[in-house]
């Protein structure tokens, strides 16, 4: 079946530190792959995705390449930011949804 | 556009009490769902609609029914109320489920508690 494994957090970085999540899947077929993000008290909003191999989402920084060869979907952000502190969703979509657990994200000063 | 808009925010039920948690869209979405989110365990869906009269179930349907008699609502009923339903429940709503491109817009969410 259709599933989402990502990485555990929580996750805590400094103030323009590196960020990568990783994310990978297993699905049958061509899934689109996409990136939530939920703020404190919130539902999830969508960071960026991918629908076809090789595509690369972007957004806010954020960046994601859907690599079909090893079934992945890493986010990265060059440079973060104390706003960027949230929780993190992967997710597929191959007529229906299936999410990860989540990363929770803390940036300090 | 208000998007999606889920009541209440904060429910506390007792065990067997029973209950619906409202979800409506003005995007004149086909397409609406409702999930659950647990701690550790990412979103889970719950029950989907295609399309007004269409509803099926997600991956844990049991203790919840739904129906969607309009475009616009797509109401969560919880028929006797148990402990291991407490959670965040989220509606969501897109163009159309069967586009895998299609981006999900969610509500705010509800926090039930079961006593």
Redesign the interface.
Known sequence: GNS?TQMEGPVTLSEEAFLTINCTYTATG???L?W?VQYP??????LL?A?KADDKGSNKGFEATYRKETTSFHLEKGSVQVSDSAVY?CAL?????R????TRLTVKP | NAGVTQTPKFQVLKTGQSMTLQCAQDMNHEYMSWYRQDPGMGLRLIHYSVGAGITDQGEVPNGYNVSRSTTEDFPLRLLSAAPSQTSVYFCASSTSGSGSYNEQFFGPGTRLTVL
């Open positions: 989402v061509y899934p689109s996409f939530y008290g919130e539902g999830l909003q969508l995705k629908t969703f979509n191959n007529n229906d949804m999410f990860g657990a989540g």
